[in-house]
């Protein structure tokens, strides 16, 4: 407890308050000191939240953490959640920046941005305010290149054959990263401007799936409207997300695929690195499996991947062996 005599200083004399110190109203001052290191967060009254939350990369800045499906990144305004929230389970699992970064740190690390409950992946943390500032820029400026993996359930309609609406339904060809094999939706969600370039990455027979097939997909979303993966996978591709409960129409295929959850995982990031001007040493990114640092445009870049949910191989794996036996 700090107590400032006649005011904050350089008006007021600054002292640790003790048990049975004075104050005088409306001339003395108390406040709570905080410290921001030593590996932990302050004023954690709540134990820690029930869930494994990786951390992909980490450093004085910002953070990666690899959310798993089923968490919120929030507790709603009007409750529910309580700590079973990725911002709770953050002060656990991150350190605090390095001594002499006091004046800029949040009291809390803090997403960046949200994942839907039911998507797993990667997230985006800063523990600074330059870090919150310069992220939040980075996304709002679309300079922030994500990528999702998912299975969907049937053969997703490639655009060709006139199948194209155009306006505001339009799949067509389009080429992403010089890549070959990617095709460009370019469809409203509520209202608002939506693309996404996606492309096939397998295929796998299936009984119960529409048309027989299940499909993974790669999405890079150039947008990020509020479901936008999920309903252009269902509305203009049609072929919602296997296990997606709000999208999939409730078809006889869709209600046999929603054992195991949402196949939609957030499974790599390219970002301007909110502080670094030059490239760490080699040994830095090394530190992180999946983790490397990229000049860009005379900027800093982070890249970094992970691994997708054990689900999504089991689950092509098991439809295949299925349909074989038939």
């Known amino acids: 407890i700090i107590l400032d005599r006649g005011g904050a200083p350089p008006h007021g004399q600054r002292i640790r308050g003790r048990a049975g110190d004075r104050v005088i109203a409306g001339c003395d001052r108390i406040s709570v000191q905080t410290r921001l290191s030593n590996c932990f967060y302050p004023s954690l009254t709540y134990a820690k939240p029930p869930f494994e939350l990786p951390v992909v990369y980490e450093d004085d800045d910002m953070a990666i953490v690899n959310k798993p499906a089923g968490v919120v990144t929030y507790s709603h305004r009007k409750g529910g959640h309580g700590r079973l929230t990725v911002r709770a389970a953050l002060p656990y699992v991150l350190l605090p920046p390095a001594d002499g970064r006091r004046e800029a ?32 820029r980075a996304f709002a400026e679309r300079n922030v290149e994500k990528s999702y993996v998912a299975l969907l359930n049937g053969l997703p309609d490639d655009g060709d054959g006139g199948s194209s609406g155009g306006g505001d339904n339009d799949v067509g060809s389009g080429g992403c990263d010089d890549d070959v094999g990617w095709r460009t939706i370019n469809s409203n969600v509520m209202g608002k401007e939506a693309v996404t370039k996606w492309r096939v990455m397998n295929y796998s027979q299936s009984l119960v799936a529409a048309d027989g097939y299940i499909t993974q997909v790669l999405f890079k979303p150039k947008t990020g409207r509020f479901h936008q993966l999920r309903i252009h ?11 997606d409960l709000e999208h999939d129409k409730g078809t006889e295929s869709a209600l046999k695929m929603r054992e195991n959850g949402m196949f939609l995982c957030s499974s790599s990031v390219l970002l ?55």
Not at 115 to 120: F, G, I, P, Q, R
Request: proline share 7%; aromatic share 4%; hydrophobic share 40%.
């Open 105 to 136: 740190v949040l009291r809390r690390p803090a997403p960046v941005h949200r994942l839907d409950k039911a998507t797993s992946g990667i997230m985006i943390i800063a523990k600074t305010k330059q870090a919150m500032v310069e992220l939040s």
């Open 233 to 243: 996978s269902s509305e203009v591709l049609g072929c919602p997300i296997v296990g």
């Open 272 to 326: 301007p690195h909110p502080t670094l001007k030059e490239l760490p040493e080699e040994g830095e990114a090394k530190r992180w499996e999946g983790v490397e640092f990229v000049m860009k445009d005379g900027k800093v870049f982070l890249r970094a991947e992970i691994a997708l949910p054990d689900k999504f191989a089991k689950t092509l794996r098991r439809e295949g062996q299925r349909a074989k036996k038939i």
